[in-house]
């Protein structure tokens, strides 16, 4: 009897704070993600604009880790069971990949742009999955920097 | 709409580049599933099951990049990468992400 | 080549359907589906305990002593006194096979019948016993659960449950363990029912011994009292045991249909030297 209130209790605390956090972790992605259009970010190998004006290049990552409340750990077992899209875990993995995506940009606010974006993503739990969900994404990229920073997006 | 792994689209001249898009998806097979392939592991042998699961996750990982670069208004992306992780166990976790661009 | 950055206007990587009406659909499926499975596997386990016959399950269980897993046994006279008392029923039962008690030393005030013949008394209950009555009483209740094979029943169906959930849910999930939790709920009006057939077969082994039932609330009416003030109506659902003043009102009832004699029981440490250890 104990035992399905303490789950009960764990499972309603989970789901209140769990989407309180995600409706502000979305809010400040969305807003980031506004900040930061102007910078290109590009996943292919060339850069845009003339090779000639570049003054240097570095390579820039971001990453983070993110774990899932109680609650959707809880529908995430029970999503095993019959099969099918795991709800649960789609915002955990969309969250971290954007977040992970503007730590980069972050990182290098005055790169004019950043070519060949890769993600990775890892399990740092996997061991004991059915215990912590949580992932680890890592995103990493070539910045470039223009001689004359005050450049606006280049035209090829 | 275009989709490569290469820097362009053979034969055309990218004239927009919109920046990165995604689509992710998690999915699960059922129990049933799950229990056919820890025999089939006694055995080996292709994993019907599994294979059919990660094919479905990667279809609908890309129709929803697809989706997504539509509403950027691309008509093409290029240089489209994978990348899979497990967070639950049994769970198949695909994302996919590309440039959208225009091409002409 | 130019850049021209824009958003996604909404986000198609996830699902924009509700978290919370999944979960309900998927718990009602995943009970549902247990419940029914169980149910049918249940019945599987009493057809089968009708194949075995009472000289096969005391063959099975004859090297298996399961009452190690409760608790130290103390062995003293006291232990040869109920033997010697379970012995001396036997003129009022049919039971076969042999019965042995074992007293384990617990706080716990119960008794249990395992497989095999085994009894398992808690020295708890004989220290709140009054009388000697009320001690063959919870003896012959244990006889009842024999002759009612629900020794098996209950083995077979918790072995039943046990292997549902971890197949389900994994060995040590937080939702096997509300499965478990849920599912005991179930199990228990269904032995609350076994428990009310024991009650029944152990009064009649009583009129047969003493030629009176007297005594046979005694254990109930100790516990009464001791719960009395705490525990709410609530938690009384859950018990295994029919509520306690059901029980006792049952078992006046049932006396007076059959017509047994309401007589004098005899002290209980008139018979048993009980020790203060125990």
């Known amino acids: 009897m104990e035992n399905i209130a303490v789950i009960v209790i764990l499972v ?22 506004q900040a930061f259009l102007s910078l290109p970010t590009t996943s292919t190998k060339k850069p845009m604009g003339n090779i000639d004006h570049i003054s240097h290049v570095q390579l820039v990552h971001g990453n983070v880790v993110i774990s899932v409340d109680y609650f959707k750990r809880f529908l995430a077992t029970l999503r095993n069971i019959f099969g099918g899209p795991i709800q649960a875990y789609e915002t955990l993995l969309d969250r971290a990949r954007r977040e992970a995506v503007l730590r980069l940009k972050e990182s290098c606010p005055d790169a004019n742009q950043i070519i060949n974006l890769r993600l990775e993503t890892s399990s740092i739990s996997k061991g004991d999955s059915e215990r912590i969900g949580s992932v680890e994404v890592l995103a990493y990229g070539t910045a470039i920097y223009h001689q004359d920073s005050n450049a606006q997006a280049p035209i090829l | 709409m275009f989709v490569t792994n290469i820097e362009d689209v053979p034969g055309k001249t990218i004239t927009v580049c919109h920046g990165i898009v995604s689509g992710s998806t998690v999915r699960a097979k059922h129990m049933g599933r799950d229990i056919m392939a820890s025999l089939k592991n006694i055995f080996g042998g292709e994993l019907k099951g599994y294979t059919e699961l990660l094919g479905e996750s990667r279809e609908q990982a890309i129709e929803r990049m697809k989706a997504q670069a539509l509403q950027m208004g691309a008509n093409a992306i290029v240089n489209v990468r994978f990348s899979t992780s497990s967070v639950a166990a049994g769970a198949a976790e695909i994302y996919v992400y590309g440039t959208a661009v225009n091409v002409e | 080549m130019k850049y021209q950055p824009s958003l996604p206007e909404h986000n198609d990587n996830v699902s924009h359907h509700h978290p919370v009406r ?75 096979f042999p019965l042995t008690v074992h007293l384990i030393k617990s706080e716990d005030i119960n008794a249990l019948a395992l497989p095999g013949g085994d009894i398992v008394i808690f020295s708890a209950l004989l220290k709140q016993l009054p009388s000697i009555n009320g001690l063959t009483f919870v003896l012959a209740h244990e006889l009842g659960h024999f002759k009612n094979r629900d020794h098996l029943r209950s083995m077979g169906r918790g072995l039943v449950l046990a292997a549902l959930i971890t197949y389900f849910a994994g060995a040590n999930s937080d939702v096997s363990q509300m499965l478990a939790s849920s599912m005991t709920l179930g199990q228990t009006k269904y032995s609350q029912s076994r428990e009310s057939k024991a009650d029944e ?29 705490s525990g709410s109506e609530l938690f009384h659902y859950f018990d295994s045991h029919p509520e306690i003043q059901k029980r006792i009102e049952m078992i006046h009832a049932l006396s007076k249909k059959q017509g047994y004699q309401v007589g004098e029981t005899q002290p209980l440490n008139d018979h048993f030297a009980i020790q203060d250890t125990l």
């Open chain 1, 12 to 33: 309603s605390l989970g789901y209140f704070f769990g989407r309180m956090a995600e409706n502000k972790h979305y809010q400040s992605i969305r807003e980031r993600e």
């Open chain 3, 22 to 96: 999944e979960f309900v659909i998927l718990i009602f499926g995943v009970v549902g589906l247990v419940v029914i499975s169980f149910l049918i596997l249940g019945l599987f386990v009493d057809q089968a305990v009708n194949y075995i016959s009472p000289e096969d399950e005391a063959q099975l269980f004859a090297k298996v002593d399961l009452s190690g897993a409760f608790g130290d046994e103390e062995s003293s006279t006291t232990q040869e006194l109920l033997q010697q008392l379970i012995d001396s029923l036997g003129r009022c039962h049919n039971i076969l």
């Open chain 3, 201 to 229: 077969t152990a009064l009649d082994i009583l009129n047969c011994y003493y030629g009176h039932v007297g005594g046979a609330t005694d254990l109930f009416e100790t516990l009464q009292q001791e719960e009395e003030g």
